[in-house]
């Protein structure tokens, strides 16, 4: 094997970076959905468990059968066409869950108890909208 030219060596080393670049967005995208989807469904959902609470809360089911299939899905997005992640992607990926776990729960229980406050799923959803789209936006620019 040859040693090659300064140039081409500049030249084959631009087209690995290329190649790294391109390799490394592309493993992000299946979380970034993953986490946006999950961030809407969870969003949308104590919205509506607010709504269903003021109402007397009969509908709870119907609520959250949606809310937990669109969440299940978008897991499963990301777990399956996730097969690549970004160096750090497991600790980012716990620190985002670990966060939207807490305030999911937190605003489910706010959201039913506090029926009479709109702020209260207002401020949930905005929560979680934070969590997960910093989460998003986090893994896109790693």
Same mark, same amino acid.
């Given at each position: 094997?040859?040693?090659?030219?300064?140039?081409?060596?500049?030249?084959?080393?631009?087209?690995?970076?290329?190649?790294?670049?391109?390799?490394?967005?592309?493993?992000?995208?299946?979380?970034?959905?993953?986490?946006?989807?999950?961030?809407?469904?969870?969003?949308?959902?104590?919205?509506?468990?607010?709504?269903?609470?003021? #109402?007397?809360? *009969?509908? %709870?089911?119907? $609520?959250?059968? +949606?809310?937990? !299939?669109?969440?299940? /899905?978008?897991?499963?997005? =990301?777990?399956?066409?996730?097969?690549?992640?970004?160096?750090?992607?497991?600790?980012?990926?716990?620190?985002?869950?670990?966060?939207?776990?807490?305030?999911?729960?937190?605003?489910?229980? #706010?959201?039913? *108890?506090? %029926?009479?406050? $709109?702020?209260? +799923?207002?401020? !949930?959803?905005?929560? /979680?909208?934070?969590?997960? =789209?910093?989460?998003?936006?986090?893994?896109?620019?790693?």
């Amino acid at each position: 094997m040859s040693t090659p030219d300064p140039t081409t060596a500049r030249d084959l080393l631009a087209q690995a970076d290329k190649a790294s670049a391109a390799a490394a967005s592309g493993a992000s995208w299946p979380w970034t959905v993953a986490l946006m989807g999950l961030g809407g469904a969870s969003s949308i959902g104590l919205i509506a468990l607010w709504l269903d609470a003021r #109402a007397g809360g *009969s509908h %709870t089911l119907l $609520v959250l059968i +949606p809310v937990l !299939a669109w969440i299940g /899905l978008s897991i499963l997005f =990301g777990t399956t066409f996730g097969r690549a992640a970004k160096v750090g992607f497991g600790r980012r990926w716990g620190v985002t869950m670990g966060a939207w776990a807490v305030a999911w729960i937190a605003g489910v229980l #706010a959201v039913t *108890s506090l %029926t009479d406050q $709109v702020w209260v +799923p207002a401020t !949930a959803a905005g929560v /979680l909208l934070a969590i997960t =789209g910093a989460g998003a936006w986090a893994e896109t620019r790693r």
